[in-house]
Nanobody
């Protein structure tokens, strides 16, 4: 069983918006104190970094492909991390995964290998 669960995916038209959520899948696991990342994988392609946020929420990083369109936030009270996706494009179509690191340091983590725990993903399809 995956420690994380994503939700909020779906079908949206180009230019539309979606908000994805990432939370612990059970009470035995907590995202408290961990950096959280979002990655995506399109058919036939490798997994791509999308966003990361530190535990405090003071720092977040994005690749150029989504910068200015995606934001990330976390509700520490509810232990949920959100990926807000605006101005969606067909090339944003992918399965989106959230991941949790063992720690939270610096400005966040950009690489898959820096994350220990993963969700099973949620499909986002951008199409007219």
């Amino acid at each position: 069983q995956a420690e994380l669960v994503e939700s909020g995916g779906g079908l949206v038209q180009p230019g539309g918006s979606l908000r994805l959520s990432c939370a612990a899948s059970s009470w035995t696991f907590s995202i408290s104190g961990r950096a959280i990342g979002w990655f995506r994988q399109a058919p036939g392609k490798g997994r791509e970094f999308v966003a990361t946020i530190t535990w405090s929420g003071a720092s977040a990083l994005f690749p150029d492909s989504v910068k200015g369109r995606f934001t990330i936030s976390r509700d520490t009270g509810k232990n949920i991390v959100y990926l807000h996706m605006n101005s969606l494009k067909p090339e944003d179509t992918a399965v989106y995964f959230c991941a949790a690191a063992d720690t939270s340091a610096g400005f966040g983590y950009l690489e898959e290998k820096q994350y220990t725990y993963w969700g099973q993903g949620t499909q986002v399809t951008v199409s007219s």
